[in-house]
């Protein structure tokens, strides 16, 4: 267990000097230098173990303090395994694909930003990666923008709002993931709570989308139909293909806990595999570890529905690691410790609380351009914070997600602003003021926060 005690009491300002140094050279790292988050989350383990040692501190106190931290977030590298797993299982067998077929068959062009939005958050939660969503059925997209005299700011805007609506909604989001375990709550609990200030943001972006903009000219859907016909031709499309997303919404709604969720629904995939293809357990075994891999499809459709497998959760699952460690090491030295209690008089309501997760949440963002960190540091931060006021975790966690997952799309330098700014080939300050559903969450979950309105109590 970690232990509440730290093995330093630092002052509120060697403190604050002590996170401002961490902050600035993981920002610089990831930023100037473009090192990858584990890269800079180790660099700033460094600064910390040597501050530590200097203060006196043996390194194995302070490793011991790290381990607990990680051990506290096994749950967290457990869950990311399954979702590896599950990606591969509904690609294999078809209920990806077609959710993505029978959405592309909806698309309105005179409803062009509202049919994108809409069909990038589909296609979001299906697959649970807002970067995927944007390279895949956003670059589709902005192809059909042409052809419908759409402008691309607008309709980057609405691919951005739809895909990160479904990296915040899906159970298969590593993001949502990360959020759900920092503060301990359950993953489709977390799902659930999140609804209530992100079902809001949705129906409000979409009715951005269809009056506060300009209207596009009706135009052809060659392109929609060209997709359509790759994604049929691949073998993958048929109907019974969805019965485990119907299996996974009705073991969610009965509350069944997400791991065990996860694994029936990836059962009932692989069987209802066997009735369109016949892999071998051998082929099985290279698709639940390195993801599925189509044959069968097109290039464009390819690139979507491979995806998947234990491997492609490692990047993610040592990330959560290093970042558990690093929280570890600042409650062990006591900088987060002395930081909350500079704040203890600030934050005494429900209000106030929300307002600094949303602050510290966006500025990690623009410091340091990095979402994982933004929902971590911020998560490990407040926890302590939440437990003292009676608030439920939940709604920690749905805070770390409105202010943390959909803000680093709208940052220039954030690792989705860049990504996307480059995959759609339009700068993020164009399509920002667009983006409605990015900020909207931002702004419901503050209001959520001062009014009381849907947070819960912590359960005695």
């Known amino acids: 267990m970690l232990s509440k005690h730290p093995l330093l009491n630092p002052s509120l300002k060697e403190a604050c000097a002590i996170m401002a140094a961490s902050v600035f050279l993981m920002g610089f790292t990831i930023i ?41 977030g096994m749950g967290a590298v457990y869950l990311f395994f399954f979702i590896g797993l599950l990606v591969s299982a509904l690609m294999m067998s078809g209920a990806i694909p077609t959710l993505m077929y029978y959405g592309f068959g909806l698309i ?29 059925v956003g670059v589709a997209f902005m192809g059909m923008s042409e052809a419908f005299q759409a402008a691309p700011a607008i309709t980057a805007g609405a691919i951005v709002s739809g895909a990160f609506f479904g990296d915040k909604m899906s159970p298969l989001s590593d993001t949502t993931g990360i959020a759900a375990s920092t503060v301990g709550v359950d993953l489709f609990e977390h799902i659930k709570n999140m ?22 000219h009706s135009g052809s859907l060659e392109q929609v139909m060209a997709l359509r016909s790759q994604l049929e031709q691949s073998g993958l ?16 709604l009965c509350k069944i806990s997400a791991i065990p969720t996860m694994m029936a629904t990836i059962a009932l995939s692989v069987v209802i595999t066997f009735f369109h293809s016949s892999p071998n357990f051998g082929q099985l075994g290279s698709w639940f570890f390195g993801g599925f891999r189509s044959e069968t ?7 979507l529905v491979s995806r998947g497998g234990m491997e492609s959760m490692f990047f993610t699952q040592t990330v959560v690691i290093l970042a558990l460690s690093l929280g570890g090491l600042l409650f062990a030295l006591g900088v987060i410790p002395a930081f909350l209690d500079g704040m203890r008089r600030f934050l005494i309501s429900a209000g106030r609380a929300t307002f600094s997760v949303a602050l510290t949440s966006v500025s990690v963002n ?5 979402q994982y960190l933004s929902i971590l540091l911020s998560g490990e931060t407040f926890k302590p914070v ?64 001062f009014t009381g309105f849907t947070l819960s109590k912590k359960d005695h």
């Open 195 to 216: 609804s209530y200030t992100t079902v809001p943001a949705l129906v409000l972006s979409a009715a951005a989308f269809v009056w506060a903009v300009p209207a596009v």
């Open 297 to 303: 499809a097109g290039e464009g459709i390819a690139r």
């Open 108 to 136: 309105s062009p005179e409803f062009f930003y509202l049919s994108a939005f809409l069909l990038c958050a589909v296609i979001g939660v299906s697959i649970g990666s807002s970067l995927t969503t944007c390279a895949t």
């Open 366 to 370: 623009v410091l340091i351009g990095e």
């Open 386 to 449: 939440y437990e003292k006021l009676g608030l439920h975790p939940r709604n920690l966690s749905r805070t770390l997600e409105d202010a943390g997952t959909v803000i680093n799309p709208l940052v220039p330098w954030g690792v989705c602003g860049v990504f996307i700014a480059k995959v759609l080939d339009v700068p993020t300050l164009s399509y920002l003021p667009f983006a409605f559903f990015c900020y909207l969450c931002l702004l419901l979950t503050l209001i959520a926060g």
């Open 237 to 252: 499309i048929h109907g019974y293909a969805l019965i485990p997303f119907a299996l996974m919404v009705i073991l969610a």
């Open 32 to 72: 100037a230098l473009e090192w990858v988050p584990h890269l800079s989350i180790t660099a700033a383990l460094i600064l910390l173990v040597i501050y530590g040692m200097l203060r006196g501190i043996s390194w194995r106190e302070m490793q011991s303090r790290m381990a607990a931290s990680v051990e506290q």
